[in-house]
């Protein structure tokens, strides 16, 4: 590693609705406290499309599709007035949808703590395959993937962390060790969502 070098870098957004619904810290906490929380019950309903996302003109000029200065140009709120044509990718970067995110995930662990459900790896694994920056080797660390019986009973008896695309069970995380706190899911989730985002940048 002593001539290590970076090649290149990119600027990304990764749109991630359920993991702020399931793994956000502050929900997280709300739902040990107060499952039925109206708060709980009514976050969702202000969650974006990833198609609202991606439309977003901030975001495009993010990405460097559009310039920063070309937001004068869109009427406030700039949620209210989307991007005419607006793609995924730009010169600087891209938005990646929650499920693509989701391989990363399970491509960046190294200690196979990461299992995702059969019919979505299946499904993940094409999206994949199509990424410019994907390269075959990379998307073949998906494997197979595995039966839901597998991870239902890895979160219910082993504390593993539920992964959820649009709100339907997919996969989830295991703790590295059984009795370090700092091992625990949780963490390990959000170590994997730190090295996974910075794979893709």
């Not at 976050?43 to 993010?62: C, G, I, K, M, T």
């Not at 070309?70 to 209210?80: A, I, Q």
């Amino acid at each position: 590693m002593s001539n290590a070098v970076v090649k290149g870098a990119g600027y990304i957004l990764i749109h991630t609705p359920d993991m702020i619904l399931h793994n956000g810290t502050t929900q997280t906490m709300e739902r040990l406290a107060n499952p039925e929380s109206e708060y709980l019950k009514k976050l969702p309903n202000h969650f974006r499309s990833y198609e609202d996302v991606v439309s977003y003109p901030p975001n495009q000029a993010y990405i460097g599709t559009i310039k920063p200065e070309d937001l004068r140009g869109y009427e406030m709120p700039w949620y209210k007035h989307a991007v005419a044509g607006a793609e995924r990718y730009g010169k600087l970067g891209e938005i990646m949808p929650q499920e693509e995110f989701i391989g990363l995930m399970k491509i960046s662990d190294v200690f196979d703590l990461v299992k995702l459900e059969k019919d979505f790896t299946k499904d993940v694994k094409e999206k994949l395959s199509k990424h410019p920056l994907m390269k075959e080797e990379l998307v073949a660390k998906l494997k197979d993937g595995d039966d839901l019986e597998s991870i239902e009973k890895a979160i219910k008896e082993f504390h593993a962390e539920a992964l959820y695309h649009n709100n339907k069970l997919v996969g989830c995380v295991k703790r590295a060790h059984d009795i370090d706190p700092n091992l625990n899911a949780h963490i390990i989730h959000e170590n994997l969502i730190t090295k996974a985002s910075g794979l893709l940048a």
